[in-house]
Each structure stands twice: as C-alpha cells, then as structure tokens.
C-alpha cells in the first residue's frame, strides 16, 4: 500500500462549481500535510499547507481528519485556471522526516 | 518567481557526455533536494543535503553524483546517463529536514538522453 495515496482522476468539472479532492495517508505517524499544485511541464507550487484545524485561503479550503487518516482540499467557485494536477504530500517523524508525494490529482476546469 | 533558480532549463546529452545540472537558493535554507519526474507521476527523491552534508541517497545509480558547495548551491553531476533517464529534475530547498518545512521547488531541468 502506498504511504500517500489519490485519486487520479481527472475531475472534469464546469466553471463555478465546488470540487473536492481527498488524499488518505497510511503512516499514523505523519504530522505534516501539504497540498501542491503542479501545472503541465512546470514544478510543483506550495498550494497551502494543512493544520490540524484546517486551513482556508480565498477559494481554498484543507482539512485534515486524523481519525480516517485523510487530507482534503475543497475548491469552491472552479475557475478555468485551477486546471493542474493537486499533489498531497504527508511527511512522518518516524519516516527519516521525509515528505511522500501522493501520486497527483488531476483537474480539469471546463468553460 | 520562483526563489529556487536551476539551470540549464532544457538540456540535450548523449550517453557518453558529463553534464551540470545547478541549483541555487537564497532564502537561506538548510537542507536541498534533488528529484526526479517522469511525465503524470510524482516527483521521486533523489537525494537530500542537510547543512550542507549527504544526508540521504535514495539508491541512485552512480551516474548521478551530487555536490553541494555551500549552503546556497547544490549540483548534480551527470555522466553515461541512458535514455531512461530522461525527465524533469527538480532541485528543491527548504527551511530544515524537519518535515513541518514545505520544499520550494526550482523550475526544473528537462533533460532528455539521446
């Protein structure tokens, strides 16, 4: 089982709607989650980092749910812009401190 | 603008050439990554350099050697490399190894192996 793990999609979604993508990790032990945003040929872009209380920015919101070891990432009002791949990354004390990529999300935003 | 720079941003070698990839930061970050991406898949590590010192190699073919003259800069030195190493190479800092640190990712070199 992989240690980070998402749907690939894609999410094919209209402008203006509400999308949200979940992101489950394995590792009790990670403390750190991240959500990236990589557009095609480019590298990836810190989106927002994810706090036990979650954590909003305009459009965006993440959540993180300990119990169900799962991150989420809520996009509200798409735009056409917010096509990317979403990347959710997990990082645990007890993994060498290293952070672990999910394997992407794709989205694509249609007018 | 990103604030980890890399180049070159595109670079073409044959099997037999030793070529640079760079990396530089001034955000005054502690440790550097070298990934690896290949197309609709994650990044994979490659190595990481915590105070200026290997801290990890994830089992990396030695035709890949890292450096990492001071704290700003971190090289990756490429000889007899194969076609399948062709993919994007990120270089990536971030404030320490500790895991609360988000990695800053460079632009990447696409490289391609003829």
């Known amino acids: 089982r992989k240690e980070v793990e998402q749907d690939p999609g894609p999410f094919n979604v209209p402008e203006g709607a509400t999308v949200a993508f979940n992101c489950t990790y394995s590792?009790?032990?990670?403390?750190?989650f991240f959500w990236y945003r990589q557009d095609c040929r480019k590298e990836p872009k810190l989106l927002m980092s994810?706090?036990?209380s979650g954590n909003e920015d305009g459009r965006f919101t993440a959540q993180l749910n300990r119990a169900s070891q799962y991150i989420s990432l809520l996009i509200r009002d798409s735009k056409l812009s917010d096509s990317a791949t979403y990347l959710c990354?997990?990082?645990?004390?007890?993994?060498?401190?290293?952070?672990?990529f999910g394997g992407g999300t794709r989205l694509m935003v249609k007018p | 603008d990103t604030e980890v720079t890399q180049t070159p941003k595109h670079l073409v070698m044959g099997m037999t050439n030793k070529k640079s990839l760079k990396c530089e930061q001034h955000?005054?970050?502690?440790?550097m990554y070298w990934y690896k991406q290949k197309a609709k898949k994650p990044p994979e590590l490659m190595f990481v350099?915590?105070?200026?010192?290997?801290?990890i190699n994830e089992s990396v073919p030695s035709r890949f050697s890292p450096e990492c003259p001071n704290s700003s800069l971190l090289n990756l030195h490429l000889h007899a490399l194969q076609p399948e190493d062709s993919a994007l190479y990120l270089c990536?800092?971030?404030?320490?190894?500790?895991?609360?640190?988000?990695?800053?990712f460079g632009n990447g070199t696409r490289l391609t192996v003829t």
């Open positions: 990536a800092s971030s404030q320490d190894q500790g895991n609360n640190s988000p990695l800053h």
């Open positions: 590792n009790s032990a990670s403390q750190s």
């Open positions: 994810v706090y036990s």
């Open positions: 990354v997990g990082g645990a004390y007890n993994a060498g401190n290293m952070l672990t």
């Open positions: 955000m005054g970050h502690r440790a």
């Open positions: 350099y915590s105070y200026e010192k290997l801290s």
